[in-house]
């Protein structure tokens, strides 16, 4: 059958968490930064069809062509990390610690920052000409994003701080969906179907994603973006991961678990 139930893609989930934390470092940091690096042409090519088009719905209806193309490599985003390597630890796996949760978080989150970041800096130079001219339209709208969502939080002070945690929240809520979404197929076009629809309703609706946002904010920085990279970390990435990983982990993660692997019927045999 090409479609798993419950309680077996559940099962998966968790292998899937156990091996992350056991991968070697450099294995980790590599699948990591090309996750960091084609979510975030990703972003690029999203954002340029919405300028040409003037439909934002078209960009994000043509978004998460970077995620199934990353999941299928076997990389790894922060965001799906958040979600699956916690639950080797809630299931006892052995060997699985804290520790060794929270090193494979940093880890993954150091690769798709350096990934977002490398993309940033190429598709600035070629916004500017090599910088030799003023940032092209995509360019100016990228900028604009991450003006709006720093500044644009911060004038609202915790009310703004609240919005940007629950936007977190929300995004990894969809997008850990895709990823468990795709473990449910043994098809690469089932795999791709349940990936794409979260996605596309993630980014229609313009939440935060810490990843995508290690390109976006950079991007604007190198561009004449008006805000700081203080502003960028406290007022957008810190709170982002923190909503996306109460988000992807209490929505997804947990209750998955808890209703179809924890207290899954016992079957016995006769």
Not at 69 to 86: A, E, H, N, R
Not at 108 to 130: E, L
Request: hydrophobic share 55%; glycine share 12%; aromatic share 12%.
């Amino acid at each position: 059958m090409s479609y798993l139930a419950p309680s077996e893609f559940v099962t998966k989930m968790v292998d899937a968490g156990e091996s992350k934390i056991f991968m070697s470092v450099r294995d980790t940091l590599i699948r990591a930064y090309m996750a960091g690096a084609i979510l975030a042409l990703a972003a690029v090519f999203a954002v340029t069809v919405t300028q040409q088009t003037g439909v934002p719905i078209v960009g994000a209806i043509l978004f998460p062509v970077g995620v199934c193309m990353l999941y299928l490599f076997g990389f790894d985003l922060l965001t799906g990390v958040l979600v699956l390597s916690p639950l080797a630890l809630i299931d006892k796996r052995p060997g699985v610690t804290l520790g060794g949760v929270l090193k494979n978080w940093g880890l993954v989150f150091t690769g798709n920052f350096a990934g977002a970041v490398t993309v940033a800096v190429m598709m600035a130079i070629v916004f500017t000409n090599g910088f030799s001219n003023e940032p092209n339209e995509v360019g100016k709208v990228i900028a604009g994003i991450g003006e709006a969502r720093t500044i644009g939080y911060k004038e609202y002070g915790a009310a703004g701080m609240l919005t940007l945690f629950i936007r977190g929240v929300l995004c990894n809520w969809m997008v850990s969906a895709g990823v468990v979404g795709a473990m449910i197929s043994t098809t690469v076009s089932g795999k791709v179907i349940a990936m794409w629809m979260p996605i596309m309703l993630f980014f229609a609706m313009a939440f935060e994603h810490s990843v995508v946002n290690m390109f976006l904010f950079p991007s604007a920085l190198i561009m004449g973006g008006n805000f700081s990279v203080m502003d960028y970390l406290v007022w957008n990435e810190i709170p982002t991961v923190v909503g996306n990983l109460v988000g992807g982990l209490a929505f997804t993660g947990l209750t998955l678990y808890s209703t179809h692997l924890k207290t899954a019927p016992k079957r016995s045999f006769k």
